[in-house]
């Protein structure tokens, strides 16, 4: 992947160029002990941050890109399919969600 990709939204999967990636919807785990993993539950729809000028915060709107509802009792796996090589970060609120 070179370059800036192109960012879509297909069928509530994110498209960042040759990457697809999909916000699953599952159970939580308790975060202590060895658990099967939990099963997905459908995806959460993605939204573009533009659409909803009228209701999403100024401080999203200037920054712009994709929101999904999410319950704080809810939890989230995400699944990554690529048809070339490509690296990603995943980041929560200017964080990465892998190391902190």
Do not use: N
Request: charge should be positive; include cysteine.
């Amino acid at each position: 992947m070179s370059g800036k990709p192109s960012v879509r939204i297909v069928r509530d999967q994110l498209v960042l160029g040759s990457v697809t990636i999909d916000f699953q919807r599952t159970l939580r785990i308790p975060e202590k002990g060895l658990h099967p993993l939990p099963p997905g539950l459908g995806r959460f729809p993605l939204r573009r941050v533009a659409d909803y000028p009228d209701t999403a915060p100024a401080e999203w709107l200037a920054r712009g890109g994709v929101m999904l509802p999410i319950y704080q009792r809810e939890a989230m796996w995400l699944s990554f399919r690529a048809s070339e090589p490509a690296a990603l970060q995943v980041g929560v609120g200017k964080v990465c969600a892998v190391s902190g």
